[in-house]
């Protein structure tokens, strides 16, 4: 990490909970955060017990807390609130959603193909990718908003995909992923939504892309599946000629922390999409 991004990081003053950090850039932000002992930050996973065995072998900080919930089981968030509250004796300065689902089923094909092989299958995918990446977050911050009124910074802040850019689909024909895509782009348009619901109460929401990042989602990718991966990576090449491929999660969650850092409503990000580089930048 360069020594810009550690000093943001570092300078951090946060009470936060991090959805999905029990790996990849969850696990990365649990970790970056935590590097100032002055900070405490909640994970909320659905394994708690795999991921509490994670953080004690590699990272054994007192100012991490993990604690149970499922994006899918409202019951359950409401119930991790109860848990989280004394922890940060009752306010919330961020809340970042990483939480996401993007199915392996249909990460390969366009939705035409996907249609012809199980249109029943490609309906539940659209569903569960839907459930997970819009409605759970909603319920999330839903249940969590009377902490984070009570909070310093009040950010609220999504981990979204430059794939959800529908001038970059159109112009460089990015039909993968098109189930998560579509909900990614429905998440958009729920932020803009909930800022103007929550921006006069100081609340700032905010999509950030993390770039591609390598976080092993395509290991288990047939050669095939690969063939398609590449011909995406070859458009991605052609919108960004500097880009060399996925960074390691270090290096995103370190210039998605600097973003954060940066928003504020009073210059305007209320609602809006950024990249990880900042406004007005390549997703990639």
């Excluded at 063939?227 to 370190?254: I, L």
Aim: glycine content about 8%; charged content about 25%.
């Amino acid at each position: 990490m360069d020594e810009a991004i550690d000093a943001s990081v570092s300078a951090w003053l946060s009470l936060g909970i991090v959805t999905g950090a029990s790996r990849g850039i969850g696990f990365e932000l649990l970790r970056q955060i935590s590097d100032n002992p002055n900070n405490i930050v909640v994970g909320l996973v659905r394994d708690k017990a795999g991921t509490d065995k994670k953080v004690l072998a590699e990272l054994n900080r007192p100012n991490i807390h993990i604690v149970q919930a499922d994006l899918v089981d409202y019951d359950s968030l409401k119930k991790s609130l109860d848990v989280v509250a004394p922890i940060v004796n009752g306010s919330l300065d961020h809340i970042i959603a990483n939480a996401g689902y993007i199915s392996k089923w249909s990460q390969y094909d366009s939705l035409g193909v996907l249609g012809e092989r199980d249109p029943k299958k490609l309906e539940e995918d659209m569903l569960d990718c839907f459930k997970v990446n819009v409605i759970g977050n909603i319920h999330l911050f839903n249940v969590y908003m009377p902490l984070i009124l009570k909070g310093r910074a009040k950010k609220v802040i999504t981990i979204s995909s430059g794939i959800a850019d529908l001038d970059l689909t159109r112009k460089f024909k990015l039909d993968l992923s098109a189930p998560y895509a579509i909900s990614k782009t429905a998440m958009n348009a729920t932020t803009a939504k909930l800022h103007a619901e929550h921006g006069d109460r100081g609340v700032l929401f905010l999509n950030i892309c993390p770039g591609t990042v390598d976080t092993g989602v395509y290991d288990d990718a047939t050669e095939e599946q690969m063939k398609s991966v590449m011909a995406q990576a070859a458009a991605f090449k052609q919108y960004s000629p500097t880009w060399e491929g996925p960074v390691a999660p270090a290096e995103s969650v370190g210039k998605i922390l600097m973003q954060v850092d940066k928003a504020s409503l009073e210059a305007g990000y209320g609602g809006e999409f950024i990249s990880h580089q900042g406004r007005g930048e390549k997703w990639l």
